[in-house]
């Protein structure tokens, strides 16, 4: 235990339970050479789970060293599997909440792709904040009405207003938690709109000891009950939580409480899932050893093995086995980012047509959810290389 004190409940005692040292603090910031891949700023993680409300969060992490401009690269429309998850998503959202002719805010929107898809598929308008926003990238053969601004939202925003306000994968980049929603809630004052967050689901990664899922990024990891504790303690009432994307995200829908004072705070209990906690480091420790013993004997065999995912995943496992001379290549389907190299461990990033030269003997699969769409594609280039998820090495 120490003295830690918890960004989302603010005074419960913090355990300690995984460490990493040395690890890129960026995970998906294109890096144009070896030398600068190798040479990235590094910070340390220390994973410390709150006995109090089950917030978990490194406690570590310094946020002077987060880059979010951009050179940050983090889109995933170039996948068929994760463009229909976003399109369910928004018909889901739209359907449910009867979002047409509304007005949406988005905050952490990237390069607008899921905003695009709320205001084209039901004639909305919208507004997007992110730092890191690219130029629009997406056309439409009719007019939308979306427009962004290049910040952090914040309560200097607070004249925009929406019916439905959007957040999908950035409150795990956000450090101190319960001040953020509670300033997007006293940013909305007395407007009552629906307002929704996406984060991954961190409760999957502890069952499964998915240290691949750990990187400097995320400071912040959310089981459904801390989530829910972090959205009632400051002001607002969860209408609904799930999880979806084969159960690695957890989906929250919530609205402002009409009563709401922001010194109050929610009674929260010792969380219930501490086994899960407890085993983690166990879990991640056999996985780790798998896998090193895996890799030296494919090299040692002159087996050429690449990983396919350059992003967080592929960054993490990469980084935290120490690969620089076992995998020389990660295959990554975003065109943007061929050409570039790993933070922190230098393999260069291939495109899926470079495989033809590469002839891999095996491939390590990131993410499970592609590896149907992966095998499709490596068979359409006559590849048949020996294909393992990065959950299970022995198979």
Same mark, same amino acid.
């Given at each position: 235990?120490?003295?830690?004190?918890?960004?989302?409940?603010? =005074?419960?005692?913090? !355990?300690?339970?995984?460490?990493?040292?040395n690890?890129?603090?960026?995970s998906?910031?294109?890096?144009?050479?070896?030398?600068?891949?190798?040479?990235?700023? +590094?910070?340390?993680i220390?994973?410390?789970?709150?006995?109090g409300?089950?917030?978990?969060f490194?406690?570590?992490?310094?946020?002077?060293?987060?880059?979010?401009?951009?050179?940050?690269?983090?889109t995933? %429309?170039?996948?068929?599997? /994760?463009s229909?998850?976003? +399109?369910?998503?928004?018909?889901?959202? &739209? !359907?449910?909440?009867?979002?047409?002719?509304?007005? @949406? &805010?988005?905050?952490g929107?990237?390069?607008g792709?899921f905003?695009?898809?709320?205001? +084209? @598929?039901?004639?909305?308008?919208?507004?997007?904040?992110?730092?890191?926003?690219?130029?629009?990238?997406?056309?439409?053969?009719?007019?939308?009405d979306?427009?962004?601004?290049?910040?952090?939202?914040?309560?200097?925003?607070g =004249?925009?207003k929406?019916d439905?306000?959007?957040c999908?994968?950035?409150?795990?980049?956000? +450090?101190?938690v319960?001040?953020?929603?509670?300033?997007?809630?006293?940013?909305?004052?007395?407007?009552?709109?629906?307002?929704f967050f996406?984060?991954p689901? /961190? !409760?999957?990664? *502890?069952?499964?000891?998915?240290f691949?899922?750990?990187?400097?990024?995320?400071?912040?990891? #959310?089981?459904s009950?801390?989530?829910? %504790?972090? #959205?009632?303690n400051?002001?607002?009432?969860?209408?609904?939580?799930?999880?979806?994307?084969?159960?690695?995200?957890?989906?929250?829908?919530?609205v402002?409480?009409?009563?709401? =004072?922001?010194d109050?705070?929610?009674?929260?209990?010792v969380?219930?899932?501490?086994?899960?906690?407890?085993?983690?480091r166990?879990?991640?420790e056999?996985?780790r050893?798998?896998w090193?013993?895996?890799?030296?004997?494919?090299? %040692?065999?002159?087996? !050429?093995?690449? &990983?396919?995912g350059?992003?967080?995943?592929g960054?993490?496992?990469?980084t935290?086995l120490?690969?620089?001379s @076992? &995998?020389? #290549?990660?295959?990554?389907?975003?065109p943007?980012?061929?050409?570039?190299?790993?933070?922190?461990?230098?393999?260069? @990033?291939?495109?899926?047509?470079? *495989?033809?030269?590469?002839?891999?003997?095996?491939v390590?699969?990131?993410?499970?959810?592609?590896?149907?769409?992966?095998?499709?594609?490596?068979?359409e280039?006559?590849?048949?290389?020996?294909?393992?998820?990065?959950? =299970?090495?022995?198979?």
């Amino acid at each position: 235990m120490n003295k830690v004190i918890c960004p989302s409940c603010f =005074h419960h005692g913090i !355990e300690i339970f995984y460490s990493v040292e040395n690890v890129p603090v960026n995970s998906v910031i294109q890096v144009p050479t070896v030398k600068e891949a190798l040479d990235f700023q +590094q910070g340390d993680i220390l994973l410390g789970s709150c006995m109090g409300c089950g917030f978990i969060f490194n406690t570590a992490f310094d946020s002077n060293l987060a880059e979010y401009s951009e050179r940050y690269e983090s889109t995933q %429309r170039h996948s068929g599997t /994760f463009s229909k998850f976003n +399109q369910n998503l928004a018909e889901k959202l &739209i !359907e449910k909440h009867d979002l047409v002719n509304k007005s @949406i &805010i988005e905050i952490g929107c990237g390069d607008g792709e899921f905003l695009y898809l709320l205001c +084209q @598929i039901a004639n909305n308008s919208g507004v997007g904040f992110d730092p890191a926003h690219h130029e629009s990238v997406f056309t439409s053969e009719a007019a939308v009405d979306v427009s962004f601004v290049s910040d952090y939202f914040s309560e200097k925003y607070g =004249h925009y207003k929406a019916d439905f306000y959007v957040c999908k994968m950035t409150l795990e980049h956000v +450090q101190e938690v319960a001040k953020f929603v509670s300033m997007i809630r006293m940013t909305i004052g007395d407007n009552y709109p629906t307002v929704f967050f996406q984060v991954p689901n /961190f !409760e999957k990664c *502890l069952r499964e000891g998915a240290f691949w899922d750990v990187y400097y990024e995320h400071c912040s990891y #959310f089981m459904s009950e801390s989530l829910k %504790r972090c #959205f009632e303690n400051n002001g607002f009432d969860v209408m609904d939580l799930w999880s979806d994307f084969e159960d690695q995200y957890l989906m929250v829908e919530t609205v402002p409480l009409r009563t709401w =004072h922001k010194d109050v705070r929610l009674p929260v209990d010792v969380p219930a899932k501490t086994g899960l906690i407890s085993s983690f480091r166990s879990l991640t420790e056999n996985l780790r050893e798998a896998w090193t013993r895996k890799l030296t004997l494919n090299m %040692r065999s002159g087996n !050429e093995t690449v &990983i396919w995912g350059s992003s967080s995943k592929g960054v993490s496992f990469l980084t935290t086995l120490e690969t620089r001379s @076992i &995998i020389n #290549f990660a295959v990554d389907i975003n065109p943007n980012k061929r050409g570039m190299f790993i933070p922190g461990s230098g393999q260069e @990033i291939v495109g899926p047509q470079d *495989l033809r030269d590469i002839k891999p003997d095996t491939v390590i699969v990131m993410n499970p959810v592609y590896t149907e769409e992966i095998k499709r594609t490596l068979m359409e280039m006559e590849l048949f290389p020996t294909i393992l998820s990065v959950e =299970h090495p022995t198979i």
